[in-house]
């Protein structure tokens, strides 16, 4: 009986994860959702298959997928290990599955894994504005930090900003196991 479920991606994935990343966070579809950023940020790619091939190659970088009963890819989450924290990124689910509580699955496993790796934290970056994804997390225990971040223009090639687009840090304490 096949299942949904949590597991590390591969190189193998690359493809299906660099649709549905670039499907929930740009272009129409993605409008429909809690991932879009069209007001805030133009382009039409979230990632491309350069960078997501260096992500999924790089030790201290673990995708987590969540895949469906099809084994199709409908979520995903980009962990980076930095000293003892998590950096929480690239966190997907498919525009039409939103809401369903795939994305609190996805949380709850990335804590997991930063617990199983030793951290002792994990971060992330929200653009403000975003009131709804900032109470997602508050929800989930996670606060501001106080940090801001400009959208980093270096990475023009995923996205030209529409209006100066500030990140905000959010940071979880993961307590030991």
Known sequence: ?????VSKSSIADLAELLTLVNVT????????GWTDESSFIAGEIRVDEEALSAYLTNPDICILKYTDEN???IGCVNLHKKQNKLHLGMFAVHPK???????????????????????????L????????????????AYVLTGKSFPFPVEHHRFGVPLKEVILL?????LASS
Do not use: P, W
């Open 25 to 32: 966070y740009r272009g129409e579809s993605s409008k429909k």
């Open 1 to 5: 009986m096949n299942t949904m479920s």
């Open 97 to 123: 599955l939103q809401a369903a509580g795939i994305g609190k699955i996805l949380l709850q496993a990335a804590e997991l894994h930063g617990k199983a790796e030793d951290c002792t934290a994990i971060n």
């Open 169 to 173: 840090e959010m940071e979880k304490e």
């Open 125 to 140: 970056t929200v653009i403000e504005g975003r009131d709804e994804l900032i109470a997602f997390y508050e929800r989930r």
């Open 71 to 73: 084994q199709q890819i």
